[in-house]
């Protein structure tokens, strides 16, 4: 079987797709795999390490004040559509799969016009532009909400799927708080700004880590790569904190962690859904269309989590949200037992089905 992915920019679309790899290449042993992404963001260092055929093309967002860019980005889908259907034609792949991010437009379209069966996935509440755009060209679309089913009317055809990342968050051996020097028998609480991280959550909660040396509880903070020489500098956090600036597998570490502090893109969602963990959820109001907080308020909802709006956030509401489930042990239970009542489990073998039967 050959199948074609392609996502790109961030790691709410990377991972998932990855997830959606790992579940073919389990089930079908014959699977030759190309990976289509930007010739500069994430997925460009990530995917060849996962020993997958990468191609980049080169294609940017289009923005309401870079307007040469604009211009040039127009040439630059065309240049890539053409790319896209020349190797298509040599590889000839069963099915093509777009996983979000504007650099699945040309891979998707190039499909559409070649007559090559087309899957996309969105991961997110409010659905993505180009995935919007796609939807009337390709053959079955597939979400993690329910209700991003609105968004999808011109498709063919809509399923629930739920995200892969959770089902891959599954089979991801569990890590000891203990490797970090933290005791067994401690609270350990994750706080993550986002797979790129962020100065302004970073900004947010410096001065709370500074004062938290008396409380019961450890906490990892995960700054993000290129913030984490800035977030150390001068200054000194308690014993029980530790900062780093990226932490792999965090999903196996999580499965012995009391609390998850994070922003709510639709991967992180999805893996504390799948743990079944209890969550604070502090939305990033810099995404597009505000997704991030629809993302995190379908959780609060379903009360399985805590969501915090960035510009409400202080020092004394971090430690006292904080204190609340640490605490409050009745509120805590409540979050657990509504997180198991939760389906979380199938999603990628989900879309390996549907898939499959797209492609009979």
């Known amino acids: 079987m050959k199948i074609i992915v392609s996502a790109g920019g961030t790691g709410g679309h990377i991972y998932p797709a990855l997830a959606i790899i790992k579940k073919f290449q389990e089930q079908e042993k014959d699977l030759e795999v190309i990976y289509i992404g930007t010739h500069n963001r994430m997925e460009k260092d990530i995917v060849p390490k996962m020993g997958i055929k990468y191609v980049p093309i080169e294609i940017y967002g289009f923005s309401k004040t870079k307007i040469m860019r604009d211009i040039k980005n127009v040439y630059l889908i065309y240049k890539a559509l053409q790319k896209c259907q020349e ?23 190039a499909a559409y016009k070649l007559g090559i069966k087309t899957f996309i996935h969105e991961q997110n509440s409010i659905a993505g532009k180009s995935n919007v755009t796609l939807a009337k060209y390709v053959d079955l679309v597939g979400v993690s909400f329910k209700s991003s089913k ?48 962020s100065h302004t959550f970073n900004a947010k909660f410096k001065a709370f880590l500074q004062i938290v040396g008396d409380e019961p509880y450890n906490i990892l903070y995960v700054t993000g790569k290129s913030y984490y020489d ?7 956090f308690p014993a029980n904190v530790k900062t780093v600036p990226y932490f792999d597998n965090l999903v196996g570490l999580m499965k012995d962690a009391y609390l998850v502090i994070s922003r709510a893109g639709a991967s992180t969602i999805s893996e504390i859904l799948a743990i079944k963990i209890p969550s604070i959820l502090i939305p990033s109001p810099y995404v597009a269309n505000n997704h991030q907080y629809y993302n995190a308020l379908d959780l609060a909802n379903m009360k399985v989590a805590e969501l915090i709006e960035e510009k409400n956030l202080t020092t004394d509401l ?13 509120k805590y239970i409540t979050m657990q037992k509504n997180l198991e009542k939760l389906n979380t489990k199938e999603s990628s ?3 390996y089905e549907k898939i499959k039967e797209l492609i009979k």
């Open 87 to 109: 190797l298509m034609r040599e590889f000839k792949p069963d099915v093509v799969i777009g996983v979000g991010g504007y650099v699945t437009y040309p891979v998707i379209k």
């Open 349 to 351: 073998t989900i879309i």
């Open 150 to 197: 609105d968004y999808f009317k011109t498709a063919r055809k809509v399923v629930y799927t739920g995200n892969p990342c959770g089902e891959n968050a599954l089979s991801v051996p569990k890590i000891s708080k203990t490797t970090l020097g933290f005791r067994k028998s401690s609270k350990l609480i994750i706080i993550v700004a986002g797979s790129l991280g």
């Open 318 to 330: 971090i430690q006292v949200s904080i204190n609340e489930l640490v605490n409050n042990t009745e």
């Open 230 to 236: 800035d977030f150390i500098q001068d200054v000194t």
